[in-house]
């Protein structure tokens, strides 16, 4: 069998400070995979700058202008995590055999791609890198993303356990996935949703060497957020349900005050005003709230804008675009 023609796509934002020792690493490992006859001569590695505030842009065109291995893109501002990786798959889907995503800190084990490739030479279409040892996360972050996973899984959403966006994907996939056209990516819901043959790869994450970690708490619950919105209509379930839940307790409060009635002793309190005014109020506010962000995104779907808009294209093969 020949070897496979790969496009490893390293999404990167403000990566200054390990971006240099990130290319060094992935070219000395690309060696070793050319001369295990995994990948072809003609692979390539690209790097795509998602709006850095910092030198990272600089160093990849560097790395371009020096090592005909690597692709640099340059994104017109910053599109977010999943764009970067959507604009390095899509912009080449018709010029290699399959693409791996992995994170520009390497904080994902390299050594899982070798095995990655093996599974698609014995025709798995997809491959997962997952994690499956979690101990140099803190208890919180890894009860936060354990918790995150058991969530989506709840609520219906086809998500690997403890895989975030290291995976090899065939270019049949890639195919098939240019024909979903929602703005609002969620990749890991995305990805398992196309089918075909898949398999997993295990792997312990490595502390980052360099840098600072691009998803904070905040940034991780948006993130955790926009997947369940964009995937799952069980939070708007979950409103019926307290709607019913209400309804129930309301019928239960008006028997309680026409039996009141009846004996007598229908003394009204302030108390038995305010709080039921403030547990429907606040239960309205959060079911418009919920209802809202259901029609902001359809609004930002119906708009249809753009992806990602790429800026520049730095090949060294290859005139610059």
Known sequence: MLPTKLLLVVPCYNEEEILTKTHRTLQEYYTHLEAEHLIAPESKICFVNDGSRDRTWELIETICQQDPKS????????????????????????????????????????????????????????????????????????????????????????????????????????????????????????????????????????????????????????FAWNGVTSFSTFPMRLVLYFGLFNFFIAMAVTVYIGISYLYGSTVAGWTSIVLPMTFFSGANMIAIGLIGEYVGKIYEEVKGRPRYIIEKVVEKSKTNK
């Not at 995150?148 to 890639?174: K, Q, S």
């Not at 600072?212 to 708490?217: F, H, N, S, V």
């Open 71 to 222: 692709i640099g893109i340059k994104l017109s501002r910053n599109f977010g995590h999943q764009s970067a990786i959507l604009a390095g798959l899509t912009e080449y889907t018709n010029d290699f055999d399959c693409f791996i995503t992995i994170d520009a800190d390497l904080q994902d084990d390299i050594a899982a791609i070798g095995k990655m490739l093996e599974q698609h030479r014995d025709g798995a279409m997809v491959v997962y890198g997952v994690r499956d040892d979690r101990s140099n996360d803190s208890w919180f972050k890894r009860t936060t993303a354990e918790s995150f996973y058991t969530m989506m899984r709840w609520m219906g959403v086809p998500v690997v356990f403890n895989h975030a966006d290291f995976r090899l994907m065939d270019r049949r996939i890639l195919e098939e996935f240019a024909h979903f056209k929602e703005v609002n990516l969620f990749l890991r819901g995305i990805i398992p949703l196309i089918g075909f043959r898949s398999e997993k790869v295990f792997y312990k994450r490595l502390e980052r060497e360099a840098g600072e970690t691009k998803y904070p708490l905040k940034k991780m619950l948006l």
